[in-house]
């Protein structure tokens, strides 16, 4: 009976000392540790794709390597992000590649964005002033506007330009939403041009 007894009291025991499973688990990666519920999933990006997008971004990429007008779609696809991971690395060389093959369109958008600076580039006047004066010599009228601007930049030191840009910088940026439209739209399977 005493070994009855000494077994039940330490099943007991045993039972009460098991460790109890964990709702979180520690996670380390370069950023540290957290604690995180075992359910949650780490965002993959790769897991997110959709199938008929990647599609339509190839047949766009192919189609602008051969024409500059798509070239400047996929330049402002990128740069606002819309069907594409928003890239403004991606979004200038694109619009660059356009501009360089004679896209007056191009032409206006790299000399403002030169002006202006784009995400983690800063502005540039000269270089501006170069895409604005190919823009506004083939009759552009806001490129000529902005050109006396990117001249002007150049002129004033830059501590006065500075102020200029930040006072400017968020109509601008709006502008890109809502001046600028795409050339090109989708149907059926290809890109059509207006």
Do not use: H
């Amino acid at each position: 009976m005493k070994r009855l007894w000494i077994l039940a009291t330490t099943l007991m025991v045993t039972g009460a000392l098991a460790q109890q499973p964990q709702r979180t688990i520690r996670i380390c990666d370069s950023s540290g540790c957290s604690e995180r519920p075992r359910s949650s999933e780490t965002f993959n990006p790769a897991a997110d794709t959709d199938p008929e997008a990647e599609r339509r971004l190839a047949g766009l990429t192919e189609v602008a390597k051969k024409d500059p007008r798509a070239a400047y779609d996929l330049g402002l696809r990128y740069f606002r992000g819309d069907g594409v991971r928003q890239d403004s690395y991606q979004a200038l060389q694109w619009m660059r590649d356009a501009a360089e093959r004679g896209d007056l369109q191009a032409q206006l958008a790299v000399g403002r964005f030169y002006l202006m600076g784009l995400e983690e580039m800063g502005s540039d006047p000269t270089e501006a002033e170069k895409w604005l004066s190919m823009a506004a010599g083939r009759g552009n009228k806001e490129a000529a506007s902005l050109l006396a601007d990117a001249r002007a930049a150049k002129k004033k030191n830059q501590a006065d330009y500075q102020r200029w840009l930040d006072a400017r910088r968020a109509d601008w940026r709006g502008y890109w939403y809502s001046g600028y439209a795409y050339r090109s739209y989708w149907r059926g399977n290809g890109w059509y041009f207006y």
